[in-house]
């Protein structure tokens, strides 16, 4: 039985203690947040116990940690588990400076303690189906990706003004992504951001709209689209290759279609990314848990967080100068 602790009890972390205590062989034991209530109440919801993140990680009766904090905390926070001993799921992004991103790999790397980064969207079962797809060679090699990520709604700003931006922030999933279907990272990143959705978002200095293209060093080409307004939701993948498409579409709230004289009328898509990818955020932890307890190599490893922060790094001076961007530069 892995034990485990939760740092961070936010809209995430609840998501999180509910694939913790789902499944079989972990078991949510404390929970901790800057904000006392708030982790006394998420600890009491699950059966768990709130402490303090000090006590959590030096408890050796511990064996992981799950950091669901800020994002200007992931980094200390991952650093002080692995010295203490523990596996870590961390959620993305592994920082908000990819310099100390980067000397965070470097740290853990003396720990030798297994790190997994939360990009569950490649837990997502049809997700994981069309990569399955891809690598069997059923469409031939690809030669062009299109993901879209459309939220229905942006956040508050006051998250928007410690996010990072909707690069490192928002699309760093679908960088994670490309570089999961087209098996690495990019040679060039190209990208515009513009802000169409609320001028306040522009004020604190972030985008809300934005698309990049990513080249690779064979003529690949992949291209991102995400929205921070899209009353319905949107997420979607495209692989088309030399013999074929493979396509996920939107997931609708059911199956139902209703055909009339008057049309063909389907249920909308899930709207948030919260229920859209509730299958994935438990395999992700099912992933998890296997990895740590039987030593293997974690599915998604600290550089692959600091692969996609690169590819965030490199959208976002694109965006500011208007010039494609080499990623070795970054």
Not at 99 to 114: F, H, I, K, T, W
Request: hydrophobic share 45%.
């Amino acid at each position: 039985m892995l034990t485990v602790g939760l740092l961070g009890a936010g809209r995430i972390a609840l998501v999180h203690a509910t694939a913790i205590t789902a499944h079989p062989e972990s078991k949510l034991v404390a929970v901790s947040d800057y904000l006392p209530e708030n982790a006394q109440k998420l600890a009491a919801q699950f059966g768990a116990e709130a402490r303090s993140t000090e006590e959590i990680i030096a408890d050796p009766a511990i064996d992981a940690v799950l950091i669901a904090t800020p994002t200007n905390t992931h980094s200390d926070l991952i650093e002080a588990a692995t010295r203490a001993g523990k596996a870590v799921l961390c959620e993305k992004p592994v920082d908000l400076s990819l310099d100390r991103a980067r000397a965070c790999l470097a740290n853990v790397g003396e720990s030798q303690q297994p790190v997994m980064i939360g990009f569950n969207r490649r837990f997502d079962p049809n997700f994981a189906a069309l990569k399955g797809a891809l690598d069997a060679g059923e469409i031939g090699k690809s030669e062009i990706l299109a993901i879209t990520s459309y939220d229905p709604a942006p956040p508050p700003i006051e998250y928007i003004k410690v996010s990072g931006g909707l690069f490192r922030d928002m699309m760093i999933h679908d960088f994670d992504m490309a570089n999961f279907i087209m098996g690495g990272p990019p040679v060039t990143v190209s990208a515009v951001g513009t802000c169409l959705v609320d001028p306040a978002i522009g004020e604190a200095g972030d985008v809300d709209t934005a698309a990049v293209t990513l080249t690779y060093a064979d003529g690949r080409i992949a291209v991102i689209r995400n929205t921070r307004r899209a009353g319905y939701g949107d997420q979607r993948v495209e692989v088309q290759g030399s013999e074929g498409m493979l396509q996920v579409g939107n997931l609708g709230e059911n199956l139902m279609v209703k055909s009339t004289a008057a049309g063909v009328v389907s249920a909308k898509p899930v709207l948030f990314f919260l229920e859209r990818y509730m299958p994935a955020y438990a395999a992700e932890w099912g992933a998890f848990v296997a990895a740590a307890t039987s030593g293997e190599a974690m599915p998604v490893t600290l550089e692959d967080g600091v692969a996609a922060l690169a590819m965030a790094e490199a959208a976002t001076k694109s965006a500011q100068t208007g010039q494609p961007v080499n990623l070795a530069d970054i």
